[in-house]
């Protein structure tokens, strides 16, 4: 069935930089735009970006504008979102979607959610 | 971007209606018909209950509907039930073509 897994729960260091992957299986990747969204513990949901896998393009919160980078393969159907300069707040669930964009938005296949932990 | 407005927790007996409400601005949620609604049940990925403002994705029970006015979008539960306790955010597309979404809300149902 359509599905996005999503890469193993990551522990790192303050300062540090992770890369989340997310692939995608039995739909065509480049007909749907990924968002990457994450939740901190005990917290609501945050929107980080999105990208475009048929062109490429992507569209970032301004919050996250200078630390994140979201990039796509296409030949193996994969997404992915790159955080650099880690700090402990950023311990937190992420989560990839699918969403088909145009006239009907909304995220309507989400990922397992990965698990990044920031920690010295 | 801040966050769309959502009471933190709204309750209901079994059999009851209850509403979300979801408050944004005239450069989200007002300014076009592009807010879905997701539940999330404790440590799982959320889930699309409801796209552009009011319709269900396949599979979604008509227990749920949405509906707009102004800045606010709504989420009603009708005949709630037990399997409805959850967390439900609101999301909307904006004018900078970022999307934000709710501070989420907690449904009890008692």
């Known amino acids: 069935q359509v599905q996005l897994v999503q890469s193993g729960t990551e522990v790192k260091k303050p300062g540090a930089s992770v890369k989340v992957s997310c692939k995608a299986s039995e739909y065509t990747f480049t007909d749907y735009y990924i968002h990457w969204v994450r939740q901190a513990p005990g917290q609501g949901l945050e929107w980080m970006g999105w990208?475009?896998?048929?062109?490429?393009?992507?569209k970032y919160a301004q919050k996250f504008q200078d630390w994140v980078t979201m990039t796509r393969d296409t030949s193996i159907s994969t997404a992915y979102m790159a955080l650099s300069r880690l700090r402990s707040d950023d311990t937190a669930v992420y989560y990839c979607?699918?969403?088909?964009?145009?006239?009907?938005?909304?995220?309507?296949?989400w990922g397992p959610g990965t698990t990044v932990t920031v920690s010295s | 971007q801040s966050a769309l407005t959502q009471p933190a927790s709204v309750s209901g007996s079994p059999g009851q209606s209850i509403t979300i409400s979801c408050t944004g601005t005239s450069s989200d949620v007002g300014g076009y018909n592009y807010v879905s609604w997701y539940q999330q049940h404790p440590g799982k990925a959320p889930k699309l209950m409801i796209y552009?403002?009011?319709n269900r994705p396949s599979g979604v029970s008509n227990r749920f509907s949405g509906s707009k006015s102004g800045n606010t979008a709504s989420l009603t539960i009708s005949g709630l039930q037990a399997e409805d306790e959850a967390d439900y955010y609101c999301?909307?597309?904006?004018?900078?073509?970022?999307?934000?979404f709710g501070t989420g809300t907690k449904v009890t149902v008692l």
């Open positions: 990208i475009n896998p048929k062109s490429g393009g992507t």
């Open positions: 979607a699918r969403d088909p964009g145009g006239s009907s938005p909304g995220m309507d296949v």
């Open positions: 999301d909307s597309y904006t004018s900078s073509g970022a999307y934000v």
């Open positions: 552009n403002v009011s």
